[in-house]
């Protein structure tokens, strides 16, 4: 797959339900021929209260999340920004965040945070998992991150709409054209803001392995029968509609893509090389 260029990026993000707005756009990329798609997305939740974005966005898609975000607040402005971890696809526009918005505060898992953005300390907010905020109307958790790439990554919960925000977990692989070493869970142009059951099919088990067996490498070497367990017990302590990655389609079939999941992780680490 050549290198990952801007792709569709709309003026508008997609409201998934009140209060909750899927921002953020797609890199572009060829495979084989094929031009193909790779989901960088954010989400806004906007409570009577107070505001939080989930993810930043990449930086090839500052001007646009800006806008969306312009959009999607209607006159309001931006109280909280939660990268769930601090890598370019989720913490890369926060400098023009909060330039855009003064008054906004970093919450998370901060703990390096000031080493990345020294001029910001200030505006740092120590969030663990089972803090919460009270939005109005409506509460932010934040979860631990059962699937994750970096130590001090949170996943949270919207509890106005029940949206889990899994940060790398889930991502939504399809059958498209890809190199052998490829990890991008891509997606075809027209796909990008469909919900997983408007896709033409859901991924298979064997789509879903590929991905997470290369870009989250140490599921090769540990069995995460005890991560999804933490899972399923998250998903029947809160009331679970919507799983909004960073990237891959916005999943709407909660219960069958932990099925899927859970099956490839098994088969990746089943099928490692020792």
Known sequence: MSSLVPGCEPAVGRALSDGVHWLGGCLSANADGQEVHYHVSSYLVVGSEATILVDTGDPAHRETVLAQLDH????????????????IPHAGNLPALLSRYPSAVVVGDVRDYFLHFPEHAHRLRSMLAGDSLDLGGRTFQFLPAY??????????????????????????????????????????????????????????????????????????????????????????????NLIGPAHGNVIDDVEGMLKTSLAAHRKVYEGRSL
Not at 72 to 87: C, I, Q
Not at 179 to 207: K, Y
Request: proline share 7%; hydrophobic share 40%; with cysteine.
């Open 72 to 87: 999607a607040l209607a006159g309001r402005t931006l109280d909280f920004v939660f990268p769930t971890h601090p890598e």
């Open 147 to 240: 699937i994750r790439d970096l130590e001090n990554t949170l996943w949270g919960y919207d509890s106005g709409a029940g949206v889990m925000f899994v940060s790398d977990g889930f991502s939504f692989i399809h059958d498209v054209p890809a190199s052998a070493e490829d990890d991008e869970p891509v997606h075809l142009p027209g796909q990008c803001r469909l919900l997983s059951s408007e896709m033409p099919a859901p991924p298979s088990v064997e789509q879903a392995a590929y991905g997470t067996g290369r870009a989250l490498y140490w599921t090769k070497f540990v069995d995460v029968g005890v991560a999804f367990q933490g899972i399923e017990d998250t998903l029947e302590a809160y009331s679970v």
